[in-house]
Structures are given as structure tokens and as C-alpha cells.
């Protein structure tokens, strides 16, 4: 054991003692039952759309008990950072509203990044050395990399414990002796596993849960020679997670194997263990296996994918809800977004992320919204992602409301459900402005069904010589059959398929060149409805583009 003067001779002079901090930071003063939540995102990387879900757990938890949910973030791995990461995560909780209570600059449990809050965790990796909890280690890479390649040449679980620790159990002189040749060091707990233990704790989603005692002597402290001085993700989350007063920390299953270990660290630094509950990861469907949605293979794994999409937040956070109870799959929107979540409620098998029942939630989510929100909602969007789609839609504002009526309204039996993410606008909706929308001019295009150019020319023509902007729209469509028999169209597809060699095709064909002519595109709304939007003016210049 080292001598206190040796341990405090590490660490800055001024450090305080671990009853400072404890005073700094007490307890909360909730009611019982009140959960204090966490999500600790690292911004090595953007957020993966598993850490909203959790996130959104996190949220829902604490705001239902009464409680507190923080957002910390674990940037204690700095050579790894991805610049932007941290921006991106406040955008992406700010777009799906689930802010956090505590983060940044905002609440009384901060800082709330671990790089900034290197003297606290000094403080207590000193207080371990102080108690012979944790010993300094001097074994360099290659010696490290040695223990790995024995134990896994002879089988054995590979670590840092038992006699293949180097500097476990040296000497206080053989210690010092390696401090007075500089060399540099990491702080290394002092695991009491032995051998065969077993460690139990219970879940809040998966019940008592048994696991192998860890025998590992985990780094808590990063080498010496590095600076800032800052914690492994073991031993900050553990002083974190007790000073900021959380009590529940919910995340991936893949962190149950490490419960024993942070089990040890609580209760090596004298501290209540927090509950854990472990959430199944997000799988995707490939073929007839499942996988963990990963986001190096799928585009939606990453939260940016659904903001910059522009899905509706409502939708993404329903579809998410009965991901993690399946009960709120069957109800009604508005209901489940307030409906509290239930831990028990949540499985143990991974949910899927199945993107095409996504789209159809939020296509019947956005059929509930007028016009104005959803022009509203776009130009926000687009501010971002498609700045020319502001401009249109700040200028010609009533025409896009015009545009969304069509096939659209509480009148509508079955209405439009085209529109389900805000970057669907311009394929859906983009031909009713004449800035976005592309002449119809090649009388070859395949669009129109391979008709002679000389027959399109002159239908064309007709229709735009003799055009009338009827209201009815039997009577205005009688304008397009009178025109395909005067043309020597079939009246319908069976005369057609009849006899194939007599018509150049049937009012069907006749109808698309119209359709074609006016959206751009084989399918549309309903044609009349189409071009009383566009108006008298537009439909004859868009018709007489197939007669130049």
C-alpha cells in the first residue's frame, strides 16, 4: 500500500475531498418514486436512432414519476470526437421533442460534459488509491499485449487479474522506483472478485439477473502522461451517475456484462447502487434472419436519416412508443404519445424497425393536419433541406393550399396519404408550381405511351384550341373522350383489347397525355381536380408544350 504523501503528491495540491463535492451536489429532495434518468451519449459518433429510443424512455420515466432526466455527455474518449456531434444531438432532441431537464449550461448537477469535470473524478480515483482500492500500473503496450496472447494461447479469459496483474501486488519501493524514472502510468482498480463468484441484481425489465463477479482489474484512470486526466467510462458514469443524483439508468443490453464491475465501483467509493434496466436493441429484417440496426449498413440508423427526411416527430416518437410497449402500437396517436411507459412492459427481444409501417403512421398522422400546418411544417423543414422549396412556398402560399386540398379534407372518403415526410412534398405536390415543374416537350417520352409525335401534336392541339374550364367534372372530362374519339381512339380498354391493330389506343391513353402533360408523371389526383388548381392559363401552356 502506498504511503497517503505518495498517493496526494499525484494530484494537483488544491484537489478537494470527496465530502466537498458531496455537498456540492445532494441530494435532489424528490418524492419517492420519483426517477432521475440519464442519457449519455459520446459524441464520437452521430446519435444512433437506438439512442432516441432510449432517450425517449429516459424522458418519458422521469417527467411521469416526478423526477429529472439528464442528457450527459461522455467525451472522455477525445481523440475520437467528431466535430459537429454534440450540435447534432441537441438538434436531434430538440426536432423530436424530448428535451432534456439537465444538460449543457442548464441545471445544478453540472458540468454536464465529462471532459470539464476532470478535478471531480480526480478527487475520487485519489480516495481509492488513499484506501488501497486502486494501485498505479507502470505495464507498458507490449507487455499488455503479451498477458493477451498467453491467455488466449492457453484458452484463459483474457484480462488484467490474478497473476497476470504485473503490478497488483508490487512492493511500495518497486512503485516509487518506477514514479522517480517518470515512466508513465494508469490507475487501475482493485477488483475483489475471485475466482467462480457469481454477482446477482435485478433488472427493472428483466428480473433477477445472475452474472459471473468480475475479476478484472479495469483502468478507472487513463495513462499518466495524458492530459487532461481524464476517466475510463467505468469510473466516470459510476461518480457521475451517484453525484448527479441519478437513480435508474436505462440502456443496451450490451452493457449487462459489465453490471458486475460497476456493481464493484459503488461499492469500493462507498456509494447507493443506481437500478439498471437493459433495453433490447433496434433489429432490422434482413432476409429471414434478424441483425442489430447498425450505422455503418443502414441509412436509418442514424436519427439525421428521419430529420432530414423531414418525418413528422409525432410519428416517429408513436412508431417508436409501440416499439417499446406493444400496446401503444393499437392506440390511437394523440393517446399514446401521453400514455406513460412501463419498464415491465418492455421485451426482451430486440423490436424491428420496420420503415414501411413508419411512412404509413406518418402518412395517416399528416392526413390529419390542415394545409396551413403542413405548408407551416414544410417551410420549416425546407428551410434547412431545401431552401428553393421556402421561396416557392412563400410566394405562391395559396396555391400550395390549394394544391393539398386536392383529394384531401374531412369531405374526402379516402384522401390523399402521398405525403408522408416533408421531403415527399415536391414529388407529390411539386408539378402544381410552374417554378418546379418541367415542360412536358419530347413528344418521344415514354411517359406517354409511345404514341405517334404527329397524333400527340394534334390532340394536343385540339384540346388546347377547344379547352373550357368547367367546374363539373363529367362535363369536363366529356371534353377529353370527345377529343380521343374524334382521334380514333377505342371509348374504352376492352374495345381496345379487342382489336388492338384499329385504335392507337383507348381513352385510357388518351386521358395520360393530359395527365402526363399536366403533373409530368402516369398517376396523379384526380385529373379535373389537377388542372381547376392549376387554372385555365397554366393547363393551356403546359398542353401546347406538346405541340411545339
Request: proline share 6%.
Amino acid at each position: 500500500m502506498l504511503d497517503r504523501a505518495v498517493v496526494d503528491a499525484l494530484f494537483p495540491s488544491d484537489l478537494p475531498e470527496p465530502s466537498f463535492w458531496e455537498e456540492q451536489y445532494p441530494p435532489r429532495g424528490l418524492a419517492e418514486g420519483a426517477k432521475v434518468t440519464r442519457l449519455g451519449p459520446s459524441p464520437t459518433g452521430f446519435l444512433h436512432i437506438g439512442g432516441l429510443y432510449v432517450g425517449m424512455i429516459d424522458r418519458d420515466i422521469a417527467s411521469h414519476s416526478g423526477g429529472a432526466y439528464i442528457v450527459r455527455v461522455e467525451d472522455t474518449d477525445q481523440a475520437r470526437e467528431v466535430p459537429g456531434a454534440v450540435d447534432q444531438f441537441n438538434r436531434a432532441f430538440a426536432y423530436f421533442g424530448i428535451q432534456p431537464d439537465e444538460a449543457d449550461e442548464t441545471g445544478a448537477y453540472g458540468p454536464y460534459h465529462q471532459s470539464q469535470r476532470e478535478r471531480i473524478y480526480l478527487t475520487y480515483v485519489r480516495e481509492l488509491l488513499r484506501e488501497d482500492k486502486a494501485y498505479l500500473c507502470f505495464a507498458t503496450k507490449e507487455e499488455l499485449a503479451d498477458i493477451t496472447a498467453r491467455q488466449q494461447a492457453t484458452k484463459l479469459p483474457t484480462g488484467y487479474y490474478g497473476r497476470w496483474a504485473l503490478w497488483r501486488d508490487k512492493t511500495a519501493e518497486d512503485v516509487q522506483a518506477a514514479l522517480d524514472e517518470g515512466r508513465p502510468y494508469v490507475v487501475r482498480f482493485r477488483s475483489p472478485g475471485k475466482a467462480g463468484e457469481r454477482t446477482r441484481f435485478t433488472d427493472a425489465i428483466r428480473g433477477e439477473l445472475e452474472h459471473e463477479a468480475n475479476r478484472n482489474d479495469v483502468v478507472i484512470l487513463k495513462a499518466s502522461d495524458q492530459s487532461p486526466r481524464l476517466p475510463t467510462y467505468h469510473f466516470a458514469h459510476a461518480v457521475d451517475d451517484h453525484l448527479m443524483r441519478v437513480n435508474l439508468v436505462i440502456r443496451g443490453e450490451e452493457w449487462i456484462s459489465s453490471v458486475p464491475t460497476h456493481l464493484q465501483l459503488f461499492d469500493a467509493l462507498g456509494f447507493e447502487r443506481v437500478e439498471y434496466a437493459h433495453i433490447a436493441p433496434l433489429m432490422k429484417q434482413q432476409g429471414g434472419s434478424r441483425r442489430k440496426l447498425s450505422k455503418r449498413k443502414d441509412p436509418e440508423a442514424s436519427v439525421e436519416y428521419f430529420i432530414e427526411a423531414g418525418f413528422p416527430p409525432e410519428a416517429v416518437r408513436y412508431y417508436l412508443r409501440g416499439l417499446v410497449n406493444a400496446r401503444l402500437a393499437e392506440t390511437p396517436l394523440p393517446e399514446a404519445l401521453e400514455s406513460p411507459l412501463s419498464l415491465a412492459e418492455c421485451g426482451v427481444a430486440g423490436p424491428l424497425v420496420d420503415l414501411v409501417k413508419l411512412e404509413d403512421i406518418a402518412a395517416d398522422y399528416v392526413a390529419t393536419l390542415s394545409g396551413e400546418e403542413i405548408v407551416d411544417r414544410i417551410s420549416t423543414w425546407a428551410a434547412t433541406y431545401d431552401p428553393e422549396l421556402v421561396e416557392v412556398l412563400s410566394s405562391a402560399r395559396e396555391e400550395a393550399l390549394a394544391a393539398l386540398q386536392v383529394e384531401r379534407g374531412p369531405e374526402v372518403a379516402n384522401p390523399r396519404k402521398d405525403l408522408r415526410k416533408w421531403s415527399d412534398f415536391r414529388t407529390a405536390y411539386g408539378f402544381f408550381f410552374p417554378s418546379l415543374f418541367d415542360l412536358v416537350t419530347d413528344r418521344s417520352d415514354e411517359r406517354l405511351g409511345g404514341l405517334l409525335p404527329e397524333l400527340i401534336s394534334a390532340f394536343a392541339a385540339d384540346f388546347a384550341d377547344n379547352y373550357a374550364d368547367l367546374e363539373d367534372g363529367q362535363e369536363w372530362f366529356a371534353q377529353i373522350r370527345e377529343l380521343a374519339g374524334k382521334h380514333g381512339f377505342a371509348p374504352n380498354p376492352k374495345e381496345y383489347k379487342k382489336n388492338p391493330d384499329a385504335y392507337p389506343g383507348s381513352i385510357k391513353e388518351a386521358a395520360q397525355l393530359i395527365r402526363v402533360s399536366l403533373t409530368g408523371s402516369t398517376r396523379s389526383p384526380d385529373l379535373h381536380a389537377v388542372a381547376r388548381t392549376l387554372g385555365k392559363d397554366e393547363v393551356l401552356r403546359r398542353v401546347r408544350a406538346l405541340t411545339a
